[in-house]
């Protein structure tokens, strides 16, 4: 039963009402999954982030500011919006879903099948979290791990070229970085009680390109597997190769062995790609896909990924 | 809270509830557009608003959070009765059935036509990518969209003036054959009151249901105390105080052979959701309060998910009771063994049922020897197919408004069958038919679940007893595990045939799973053989039905009604035959098919619960089908894709199914002249979107010379029009079409002869001619004239005619479906990227919503074919009761190519020469995909849907999975 809808008008006041209230109150973007049926959340207090004029798109040292109550529909129109980034919001395929849903409330809602979440992390993008007196930054491979973290999960911080990460100790993936301890839920609930300000997309390098590919089963069917691919192509060798999947754990996963396995060499045949990105994952079986299916699902979408991101004019990031 | 809303261009100051969802909001302030399939989700759309210009779906919305935004709803289009440029496109391009995703989609086309003036498919396909429909299959939308655009642009552009858009028919006639506006579509694009969740008054009970956890349990204690001690409760119905009559929910003509297996609650469940309790209160709130104070102990059994399990030795048995024929007993029927707590099951007649053994139903036939056919065959194949159980999702899930009426029961109702409900509702309930009315409202999508008293029952006892009208509605989980489902079936098909391609002996082996009640156990699955059996001529032909009991979500009538699991098995197992034989798969089916005049012998053991009569082929238009569509995906022709992972394939299947219930089936219509000219026409028929309306329409306008707009029709109301069995086994046109024009023939007759007295010349000198006019030799008078004439003090009264139509005559249609699909053998996909369904309903009556029928039939089922399946766990609970994981086909599921084509014939028996076009739209998709698919990469897929998983096993990719 909801109690009072709160409508703050600044970022402070709407920290000041999540801590007044705690787990009692849930912050409120879109809506497009807070407010679902299916949603787990049940807030006594709905802290409504309309009033904070968090919808800018800017561009700022050749990087995408992005506001996190920018819908998935305006950041597609913008035409500062990096292609691949647009390819991967285009991915959620409701218009009217994209009409409402915002990106701050999509990646706070963290979902395992996420079709945008893989490439924002391809994209080595960051969210911004307000805090008392100064907002600080955190990767959004970081965010979205921490947020689905519980106190089981071992974490290592390690400094990548990617930015921190968090290094996971189950077995989602050999080498993820992400918790993906057993028991850990999916139910979007992280983001809800961490306010996300802005997503900084980075300006890219001259020669990074970035692709994203999903697989479902018809068209508006939730992504059995979403991943996006980023790499630096020099000569025929690709550098600091980035893979998240989505569909294969908790959350989205980087394939970190994978990435080392693959960084400063040509790319390996499609086939041979493939079955490497399928040994990489280990999802379990479900009712509706077998983890065989997953598994060699995993190697050809992200084997077309890369393909996709290294076409002429593909997938510049 | 307050908050501050511009609605329609009017600013108002609301006080609003927190967690109070805009599209309640929206209802609750009148606007009744905006509708709710999908409980909340934000996967139908239905509910869609423009929120600042943009479509958005309201059930998603909370009420503060559109605080001094504008919003604007379908009602905002036409300020008056006339309608926008959008919508007049919308009805004329026929992309208007049921109309319960009418107004979103109007809303998402202005939206869209507000930011591109001549938007492109894809375009197109993304404004209304948000949005369900279950009933058009989208198509028709980018033709309505382009003739919006022209509208819009050109606003001095009226409305029927873009000709050439569809294909006209029969010449030699005025309306029939011609584009004319849908009778009901004005209504539906406004986003009036059309439905029966707009009729429910205020003061209004609800009634909400306790459905079983279990999938087969006895109720060994249930305690409702709390329940009926909470304030706002008006009743509660259990097991112990419901009518102790047994019945079947199935809409069937009595005596129905269905069998009566089920009271209106059980002491024991028999699928999870299945009735418990239901509630009855003041407020839906309340409802689900008292609801979870009803305390029940089960006893839990075993339960039995699959037609395997349910034929086992040893296998639980779901209906244990008390067995009774009301004729025909079989002799050594032994009830000793019964179980009090399983009720009983009262058959009409033997349907050779076995329900010890779990066999619901069973059934036997053929003509010719088979094993004659068999040993003359020089090559023989058997092969097993299977299909999974689907669901018919109507956009407007179950629902149902019950009040009185002084000392008479009403009831608003979404149903195909009007007067079934009448009849059964009465005889539950122990009182005379005419103490019930029932009014049949707009349909929101019936597809066959509707055919059935899914909920009518419950609601109506409750306002009986109480005197408190009920609404009551199935949420979409409900709808999914307590509605109507496509009966999951497994075929062996057995054929023989001569190296020449003659086919000798045909054979169909079916097991069907009727799930917990025998709702059409007998019928769809014997269905399964009628409406694909007779398209093969054959001399030896055999069938063997057994119907099974289980404890899934129950099964019933889906669109195609058994057909489409047939048409699967029997036409791939052609395209395997033809592959065996060496043979190309077209000239395979143009050498056994069905003709013009082929007598069919195989009719007389194809009777629904009865003997039926082998009759010749009036009218067939499969020549022209196949070859129209053999040109059109350049059939023989391979082709390459420029993916080296891609592979090309086409496939073809021939499809069939018949124009209602010849012997069976019923319909009845009246006409009469009004004082000025015009017609009232009362018809039984039920419109489920479908366009049955306006087909009598045209019957009556037709046939009297008169424009469509002088005819008025009501339909399907029981206190007002004639008797109609409903809209089931395609019917409609055929049945009630044939009624409204044998009343409008009757009428003329009538007419004439008073002109003749008028005029004082001979009635076979006189002719009725467009508009409204009687001709003599030398002079006219029109119908008005008439009119007046007839009911002056001096006339012969009113005049009037009625006509009931019923006749042992078939009028069977047929269509030719092609596709060209690309598999990529690397993930397993299927993209169909052709399909095109070239049809033979006779006469096409109203030709825009026959390729709208079409669309509709084929997109559904390439669903079915490709991705829709419902999903159960080990403990029959379905696992994917929602529109999102359950995977309905939305418009990015189109074919690239997707082409209806309405192939003329003219039969004979059908009015103005029309036979029916719906349903057999779903027979084609699975076989034609699955010859396609074996086309392009050598697998054959046995088993639907054909998912991308399936495919890779198929191939050897990934092995099967043997844990479901």
Redesign the interface.
């Known amino acids: 039963?909801?109690?009072?809808?709160h409508?703050p008008a600044t970022i402070q006041d709407a920290l000041s009402l999540k801590r007044r209230f705690q787990g009692r109150a849930a912050f409120?973007a879109?809506?497009?999954l807070a407010?679902?049926?299916?949603s787990r959340l049940h807030p006594e207090h709905?802290i409504?982030l309309?009033g904070l004029k968090l919808d800018r798109i800017d561009l700022k040292h050749g990087g995408l500011i992005i506001g996190a109550l920018c819908p998935l529909?305006r950041l597609i129109e913008d035409p500062r919006t990096p292609e691949p980034l647009r390819a991967a919001a285009a991915q959620i395929?409701?218009?009217?879903?994209r009409?409402?849903a915002t990106i701050g409330g999509h990646v706070a809602a963290n979902l395992p099948y996420s079709d945008l979440i893989p490439m924002l992390i391809a994209l080595d993008a960051e969210v911004e979290l307000p805090g008392l007196r100064v907002a600080k930054r955190v990767s959004v491979m970081d965010y979205i791990t921490t947020g689905a973290t519980s106190g089981s999960t071992m974490r290592v911080r390690s400094a990548t070229k990617s930015g921190v990460m968090s290094r996971c100790t189950s077995a989602c993936a050999p080498g993820c970085t992400s918790a993906c301890a057993s028991g850990v839920s999916s139910a979007p609930t992280s983001g809800s009680n961490r306010l996300i300000t802005r997503i900084i997309v980075p300006r890219s390098d001259r020669n990074r390109v970035a692709a994203c590919g999903n697989?479902r089963?018809?068209?508006?069917?939730?992504s059995l597997l979403s991943v996006a691919v980023s790499l630096t192509l020099t000569d025929f060798d690709i550098h600091d190769p980035i893979i998240a999947v989505g569909g294969v754990g908790p959350h989205v996963v980087r394939l970190t062995s994978a990435e080392r396995a693959l960084d400063g060499k040509p790319l390996p045949p499609t086939g041979k790609l493939?079955a490497m990105i399928s040994r990489c994952v280990r999802p379990t079986?479900t009712?509706?896909?077998?983890a065989?299916?997953v598994k060699?699902?995993a190697g050809?979408?992200v084997s077309?990924a890369f393909q996709k991101a290294l076409r002429p004019k593909g997938g510049r990031g | 809270m307050k908050i501050k809303v511009t609605i329609n261009g009017t600013t108002c100051e609301l006080d609003v509830e927190p967690d109070e969802r805009v599209r309640d909001l929206l209802r609750q302030r009148g606007l009744l557009s905006v509708r709710n399939g999908c409980d909340g989700q934000g996967s139908c759309g239905a509910c869609s608003i423009l929120l600042e210009g943009r479509t958005v779906n309201s059930c998603l919305l909370l009420a503060p959070q559109i605080d001094g935004k504008e919003i604007r709803t379908v009602e905002h289009l036409a300020k008056t009765r006339d309608l926008s440029a959008i919508q007049t496109a919308f009805v004329e391009a026929g992309v208007v059935q049921c109309g319960y995703c009418t107004p979103a989609m109007l809303l998402a086309a202005e939206e869209l036509l507000t930011r591109e003036e001549q938007p492109s498919r894809e375009q197109i396909a993304d404004a209304f990518s948000g949005i369900f429909c279950r009933c058009t299959g989208y198509e028709q939308l980018f033709l309505a969209v382009g003739l919006a655009a022209k509208r819009v642009k050109s606003p001095t552009q009226a409305a029927g003036t873009t000709p050439g858009t569809t294909p006209e028919f029969r010449d030699d006639l005025r309306v029939i054959g011609k584009v004319k506006p849908k009778v009901d579509g004005p209504r539906l694009v406004r986003g009036d009151k059309a439905f029966v969740e707009d009729m429910v008054q205020a003061g209004s009970c609800y009634l909400k249901m306790l459905g079983s956890p279990h999938a087969h349990a006895y109720i060994k204690k249930i305690d409702t105390t709390a329940a009926e001690a909470t304030p706002g409760v008006v009743l509660v119905l259990t097991h112990r105080n419901c009518p102790d009559v047994y019945y079947n929910q199935a809409g069937q003509g009595f005596p129905e052979p269905s069998p009566y297996d089920r009271k209106m609650f059980g002491q024991k469940v028999r699928h999870i959701g299945d009735r418990v309790a239901a509630v009855v209160a003041e407020t839906p709130a309340i409802a689900r309060e008292a609801i979870l104070k009803i305390k029940v102990q089960y006893e839990v059994l075993q339960p039995v998910l699959s037609i395997e399990a349910a034929a086992a030795s040893g296998a639980p048995v779901l209906h244990n009771g008390v067995f009774e024929y009301v004729v025909g007993t079989p002799a050594g029927l032994d009830n000793s063994t019964a179980d009090p707590r399983d009720g009983k099951i009262i058959y009409q007649f033997p349907i050779h049922a076995d329900p010890r053994r779990n066999i619901a139903a069973a059934v036997t036939g053929g003509i010719g020897d088979i094993d004659q056919g068999l040993r003359e065959a020089e090559v023989v194949i058997e092969r097993d197919y299977e299909t999974s159980q689907v669901q018919c999702t109507p956009l407007e899930p179950h629902i149902v408004y019950t009040r009185m009426d002084g000392d008479r029961l009403v009831i608003h109702a979404s149903t195909q069958v009007p007067w079934h409900i009448r009849r059964i509702v009465s005889r539950i309930l122990g009182i005379s038919e005419n103490q019930v009315r029932v009014i049949k409202e707009r349909v929101g999508g019936g597809f066959g679940a509707k055919q059935d008293i899914v909920l009518e029952e419950v609601a109506a006892y409750a306002t009986w007893v109480t005197g408190r009208p009920v609404l009551y509605k199935f949420t979409r989980e409900e709808e999914f595990v307590a509605s109507r489902t496509r009966h999951p079936m497994k075929i062996k098909v057995t054929l023989g045939a001569k190296k020449d391609g003659k086919l000798t002996a045909i054979k169909m082996d079916l097991t069907a799973n009727t799930g917990p009640y025998g709702a059409h156990a007998l019928t769809v699955p014997m269905n399964a053989c009628s409406k694909s059996l007779p398209l093969l001529l054959c001399e030896n032909v055999r069938f063997v039905v057994t119907t099974y009991y289980s404890n899934i979500p129950p099964c019933g009538a889906y669109q195609g009604y058994g057909a489409p699991q047939g048409s699967y098995a029997l036409q791939l197992a052609s395209a395997e035959m033809a592959r065996e034989l060496g043979m190309d798969h077209l000239a395979f089916l143009q050498k056994n098919r069905v003709h013009d005049g082929s007598m069919l012998e195989i009719l007389r053991c194809l009777g629904e619960g009865r003997e039926g009569t082998p009759q010749a082929v009036s009218s067939c238009g499969l020549g022209p089908a196949l070859a129209q569509g053999s040109e059109m995906i350049r059939w023989g022709v391979k082709e390459e894709s420029d993916d080296p992972d891609v592979r090309i394939g086409k496939g073809v299947a021939i499809i069939q199914q018949a124009s209602g219930l010849p012997g069976i089936d019923s319909a009845n219509a009246s006409v009469t002249l009004l004082g000025d000219g015009t017609f009232m026409l009362l018809s039984g028929g039920t419109d489920m979107g479908t366009g049955l309306d306006t087909m009598t329409t045209k019957m009556v306008a037709e046939c009297l010379c008169a424009a469509m707009s002088d005819v008025a029709l009501i339909a399907a109301d029981t206190d007002v029009t004639p008797y109609d069995d409903g809209a089931y086994a395609s019917s409609g046109t055929f049945f009630s079409g044939t009624a409204a024009l044998q009343a409008a023939q009757g009428l003329r007759a009538k007419i004439i002869e008073a002109a003749s007295k008028m005029l004082g010349e001979p009635e076979e000198d006189l002719e009725i001619a467009f508009p409204s006019t009687v001709k003599g030799r030398t002079v006219s008078v029109t119908y008005a004239e008439v009119a007046r004439f007839t009911q002056s003090g001096t006339g012969s009264g009113p005049l009037s005619s009625t006509a009931c139509f019923t006749t042992d005559k078939a009028a069977f249609p047929y269509g030719a479906h092609f596709c060209q699909v690309a598999v990529n053998t690397r993930t397993g996909a299927v993209k169909v990227r052709k399909y095109y369904a070239l049809q033979d309903c006779g006469t096409p009556i109203n030709p825009e919503l026959a390729l709208g029928q079409i669309y509709g039939g084929v997109l559904k089922t390439i669903g079915h074919s490709l991705f829709e399946e419902m999903v159960l766990d080990k403990q029959g609970r379905c696992l994917n009761a929602d529109l999102l994981s359950y995977r309905v086909p939305m418009i990015h599921d189109v074919p690239e190519d997707f082409r209806a084509v309405l192939v003329e014939t003219n039969d004979p028996f059908g009015p103005y020469g029309a036979k029916s076009v719906s349903e057999i739209s779903c027979n084609g998709a699975s076989p034609a995909i699955a010859a396609a698919i074996h086309d392009a990469v050598g697998v054959w897929m046995r088993s639907w849907p054909f998912t991308a998983e399936k495919v890779l096993t198929a191939l050897g990719t990934i092995p099967g999975r043997n844990d479901r």
């Open positions: 039963m909801v109690e009072q809808f409508r409120l879109g809506g497009t407010n679902a049926k299916d709905w409504s309309a529909q395929v409701s218009r009217n879903v009409n409402m697989v089963e018809s068209a508006n069917a939730r493939a079986s009712p509706f896909a077998s065989a299916y060699h699902q050809a979408v077309s």
